[in-house]
């Protein structure tokens, strides 16, 4: 499979724990996204990377989200002391930047994070 | 990036062609129409996009007016396993801008 994958697929934890999910993007794919989806929501932005830089980062994404790509291949994005409202699905997409040229994002089937 | 307006559910009988709406009144002339879909519990799909002209591929066909303010996706013989939320979204260009701003989309029904 040579689609974009996340690990893990669930994860159930108790308000107030770390949690840190990884992305690992199509291989030749320099761009990474995190998106973030509730119940009858849309997916919405969290942060990109081009490569291993962070070039944009959400204001959805708090001080207690921290997102890191450091050999511009998987990445992953951490959640400290989470909330009940950081449940949520957590959606990983890839594309590849050209100069001059629309590359669609592929998205990964999401990390579903249930914090009781 | 563009606001878009969907309608929130259609249903459509399956084998039959499915017509998805989207308005985009105030996109800008170097903004694309992307289209994406969503089956239940599983990542956005990528459809197709388009800047003016008409697209077709193996999966869909998507139709842009002339004036560009509005367009529609044609999924032309809907199966039940066409039965997702579709999203349209407009942005520019992937060396210009960076994220999909997703909207609610439709819900689309293939019935039986």
């Known amino acids: 499979d040579t689609g974009v994958s996340q690990d893990p697929r669930h994860k159930i934890t108790k308000r107030g724990q770390n949690v840190t999910f990884r992305c690992d993007p199509i291989s030749e794919h320099n761009r990474l996204y995190w998106y973030r989806q509730t119940l009858g929501q849309g997916p919405e932005f969290l942060t990109y990377f081009q490569n291993e830089a962070q070039l944009e980062k959400s204001r959805l994404l708090s001080d207690r989200f921290s997102a890191e790509r450091p050999k511009g291949s998987f990445s992953t994005l951490e959640i400290q002391r989470t909330e009940q409202g950081d449940s949520a699905m957590y959606l990983c997409?890839?594309?590849?930047?050209?100069?001059?040229?629309?590359?669609?994002?592929?998205f990964g089937p999401g990390t579903r994070l249930t914090v009781t | 990036d563009a606001k878009t307006t969907q309608p929130p559910s259609m249903d459509c009988a399956e084998g039959r062609a499915a017509n998805l709406p989207c308005n985009h009144s105030t996109i800008s002339g170097n903004e694309y129409v992307y289209w994406y879909r969503q089956i239940h519990s599983q990542g956005p799909q990528y459809i197709i996009h388009g800047l003016k002209n008409n697209e077709t591929n193996e999966m869909a066909s998507l139709i842009i007016t002339e004036d560009r303010k509005s367009s529609t996706l044609i999924l032309p013989h809907a199966t039940l396993r066409d039965t997702a939320v579709y999203y349209c979204?407009?942005?520019?260009?992937?060396?210009?801008?960076?994220?999909?701003?997703f909207g609610p989309g439709t819900r689309l029904s293939v019935l039986p």
């Open positions: 979204i407009v942005r520019v260009a992937e060396n210009y801008g960076q994220n999909f701003v």
């Open positions: 997409a890839s594309s590849f930047r050209t100069s001059g040229a629309i590359r669609e994002q592929y």
